[in-house]
């Protein structure tokens, strides 16, 4: 199976605008290619993951990324799939993010020896001239035309300033760019961001003419990211800081039953036909492809070592089995208690299983919340010295929340 055909089998391509050239190419190692990532938060999150592994993947064929860091194109804001404007960010944030993705993204691509390049765009958008944009660039674009984008007629309702209106032809400026700098004759983006890389294509064929061959491959990558990515209590991080290495092991367990083998073949590196078996898998035999899905991926983001202390946590929370300390925890001391003894909703709120008090109060009310495996009702119940001290003290609130209590 050629590298192509691999990434159709995962369920990674929708649409590409030449298919016999991009074999040719990704095929034989011959793709200089770029992923974009704009810099709204100081951590990547689960919807970037998608697009690193690609990007491991293709350079493991000989492939050369160029992972594009938004610098420039963060001033404007990407209108794509909201209904509202992103919130402006100063020069400073936008560059302390960029340096934390940087950090992120060497866990993931290679970038010794020129085997990939790390650019941010606002070496380029950032010294622009108004008038050189509008003769040189904007020329080629039709108004009409860019309307009838989806990411702009998602907008049109409520507003599109013309701030955000330029941002199509920024970002096809970065491939324009890329492709005379760097030799990059290839984009990747998800499937939201289809107009804006063939106003890419476009442009470059535009100036630089027929001969100047640029392709452009929608993924699935950036619906599915936004699907996946989101939990009730907001994203998924890749920042262990953010998202704790548990955490993230338990976001993976705890995908739906109809998710669990897409995720492997999108996301995980293990070989097709081991996937393909996995199909065959039914009942509680799917619960251990979330566990193959949750420790293959914490082992790619945080190493091996965390992956396996996620696991024997969560085994040991939900299964009996396993080592206790690797589950998250929360220290208190005698200080914490009055009287030698603390209620419970002050245990939810101390060890952030709740936001507030009234918060935890309902969740005891409407049954959510255990301790020791035990179901508690009682909004009054409260806890001792020696029972905080006891082997394992465990609060558990919904099906996913958890927390282990060490007295010290």
């Given at each position: ?15 590409v ?12 190692g011959k ?9 709204t ?15 491991k993947?293709l ?7 160029i992972a ?12 794509s ?48 001239n ?24 998602q ?85 262990p ?27 995980t590196?293990?070989?097709l036909?081991?996937i393909?078996?996995?199909d065959k ?24 070592q ?40 002050s ?20 049954g ?23 082997d ?17």
């Amino acid at each position: 199976m050629t590298l192509y055909d691999e990434l159709v089998a995962r369920g990674l391509i929708a649409q590409v605008t030449d298919e016999t050239e991009i074999k040719e190419l990704i095929n034989n190692g011959k793709a200089i290619f770029y992923i974009g990532f704009d810099p709204t938060a100081d951590s990547l999150h689960v919807g970037h993951f998608m697009a690193l592994c690609l990007m491991k993947r293709l350079q493991m064929a000989g492939n050369k990324p160029i992972a594009l860091i938004g610098g420039g194109t963060a001033m404007i804001g990407d209108p794509s799939g909201r209904t509202d404007m992103r919130q402006m960010m100063t020069p400073d944030i936008i560059q302390h993010n960029c340096d934390c993705f940087k950090q992120q993204m060497s866990h993931f691509i290679d970038f010794s020896e020129d085997k990939a390049i790390m650019v941010n765009n606002a070496e380029w958008l950032m010294d622009l001239n108004y008038i050189e944009v509008l003769r040189e660039v904007g020329a080629h674009f039709s108004v009409n035309r860019m309307l009838t984008a989806e990411c702009y007629k998602q907008r049109m309702e409520k507003g599109l300033s013309f701030l955000e209106f330029n941002y199509m032809i920024m970002q096809s400026y970065d491939f324009y760019t890329l492709f005379q700098k760097y030799g990059c004759n290839m984009q990747f983006g998800g499937d939201d961001q289809w107009s804006n890389m063939l106003g890419g294509t476009e442009l470059i064929r535009r100036k630089l003419g027929k001969d100047a061959y640029a392709m452009t491959i929608n993924l699935l990558l950036n619906s599915e990211g936004k699907k996946m990515g989101k939990t009730q209590s907001g994203a998924v991080w890749l920042d262990p800081n953010k998202t704790s290495p548990f955490d993230f092991y338990q976001y993976w367990r705890n995908v739906s039953d109809s998710d669990v083998l897409k995720c492997l073949r999108m996301l995980t590196f293990l070989p097709l036909e081991q996937i393909d078996e996995m199909d065959k898998w039914q009942g509680s035999q799917l619960n251990t492809a979330k566990e193959i899905l949750a420790f293959e991926l914490t082992k790619l983001v945080h190493g091996e070592q965390e992956a396996e202390k996620a696991q024997n946590g969560a085994r040991a929370l939900f299964a009996g089995s396993g080592n206790t300390s690797n589950m998250p925890s929360v220290k208190l001391s005698s200080e914490d208690l009055k009287d030698d003894s603390i209620d419970l909703i002050s245990l939810l709120v101390m060890a952030e299983l709740v936001s507030s008090r009234s918060e935890g109060r309902r969740a005891i009310e409407q049954g959510g919340v255990t301790v020791n495996n035990q179901k508690v009702t009682d909004i009054k119940a409260t806890y001792t010295a020696d029972d905080l001290a006891a082997d394992e003290f465990i609060i558990k609130r919904g099906k996913k929340k958890y927390i282990k209590i060490i007295f010290e």
